[in-house]
């Protein structure tokens, strides 16, 4: 009987985890919510001064909103309201509900019709991995589609893609409403077109409570890459949908001359989003980080702008002005 | 008469020298008997409930089940103890969410623990006697956490190394039965034959508490040189050391010897830590349910 008190003292004594531990913070509470997300963002979010946003203001503004007894859609929408004040698509609250979105494509015109190219440009286009291509203008243009940085491609599979187009003029890369994905695929992308190893732009992190506090500058440099290089000129079709990775591969581009943006300014995503979770147990995320060219010009937020402007004409379904605009960029 | 004491003086030292050499034999002879030194390789398997709490991306606890796995090299005796153990836990832990009067959110994620274990222990002979042994002694544990929760995007993963040099205090109570004793369950009556056993209780305490953890932001873009640049290096690029915080590990075991040295235990492990790193806590927590089996390796 002794051992049975002996053994339950120590099993008790051992299993006070919960006494030595900080109280549970989960909590319904709207108040409690709204807190945690405000102070979240105002610890780590990286955009502040670039977009010039009062972020006090913001919980001025949108926390009187709420009470203690606010429903979960109430809640949800005046966290949305306030997140979407930062005028950031990596910026976003997730609920079984609802998911919150800035959605700055819808700030600039769409410039992207795929059954246009499909129907009017591609004759027998191959799909290979990721990539969508086919040859143009009587064989001296190579087009690639690429709609995610999420999908991927095999080194052997680019290989081939641009052995296919290696006696072309140029090749256009359509990376319109190519909403991005993974930053490892940039170099394997980009590090066909590019015969040295060449810094192209740097980030920088949060790194202290002051809006301002960044951490040391982190180069990014692209490396050759593959078995097959391609280093005739190469035009990149952009769009406001092209985003976040395709913002840095944009941002990269303007190392290397042979290497022309054409249509519309990207639509930004420069920093790097986090992820994290309210006590309520919602999800959520916010850029933390900057993306600086290679003069540490901070404008990659607000969207890359294209070396040559163009714009898709809507009252015209037949024809594509932007890859026209490409495909003159090469030929001419 | 000279000639005898002589002799008798030369018998004395001979006989005397033979004494002394079977006096010193025995006094060898006897630690080998009282305090054998045994090895052991121990293979042990565990029920696991880890808890666990990342402040930097989630106030809400993480709990769920899972098991752990470890194998074990032993050198004990009565005066001294010697443990070399690696182990493996995994586990899949739900996120303690208050319940929504709307549609209820969830979030499901893994846990991967990588163990190494190092202590040595020293009787204790002021607490010692025939029925308790005191050990007391130091550890090194240190801890890789390796998490995945999906739901956190771009800070799914979770790694974190705690690693600590601890204080070790060791109670083995021999509660061996001696006599066969008898239950009564009315119409069943089974009979308990002697058998040696042991309960041990061990507690590990924190003395140096080291643990690696992401920097202020926890997702960095690094460095990167094209597709030269070494994921996991990438990932660890912002991760500092820092030596605070606290972790307590305790071990009840239940030990029954077989006759030829084996044995075989259940045990309760229970361990807490929580690490404060330089910018934001973690903290965890593990109930384990553990059965070991003890291989006796002596040669004989």
Redesign the interface.
Known sequence: MKYIVLIASVLLFTSCEKVLFKKDMGSRDPLDNFDYLWNEVDKKYSYFKLKNIDWDQMKDTYRPMLNKNSTETELFSVLASMLNELRDDHTNLISPFNVSQYNVALTGAKNYRARTIDEFYLADPWRTGALKHDFLSNDEVGYIRYSSFMSNFSDAQMDLVLDHYKDTKGIILDLRENGGGSIFNIPKLLGRFVNSKTLVGYSITRNGEEHNAFGEKESFYITPHGNVQYLKPVVVLIDKGSYSATTFFAVATKAFPNITLIGDATGGGGGLPNGGQLPNGWTYRFSISQLLDLNENNYAENGVPADINAAFDWNDLETDEILEKGILEITD | MEKHLKSLLLLFFIIGSFLSFSQESDNLKKPENNSPINLYALFSIGITNP?Y?DFA?????YEGIGIEISRTWMKRSEERERIFGIGFGISFQT?????????????IAGFGKFDLFYQELWKLDILSDNKNNTKIGGAILTTQNVRGNP??????LGLENISNIMASAQWTRD?TRTETKQLNFWIWKPNLNPVKRD?R?LLNVGVLNFNYRP???????????????N?VEWAFS?YKWSMNG?R?K?H?EYIKYLPKGNARSWS?V?E?A?TPGKFE?F?M?S?QLRYTIYFNSNKR
């Open positions: 808890i709490r991306t989630s106030p809400l606890f996120a303690r969410i208050p319940e929504s009067d709307f549609i209820q959110p969830g979030s739901d956190l995007q771009n800070n799914t509660i309960l209780f920097g202020y932001a926890y997702a960095y873009d690094s460095e990167l040189i094209g597709m030269e640049t994921p912002n606290w307590i305790t009840l309760y229970w807490a929580h806590d903290q927590a109930h």
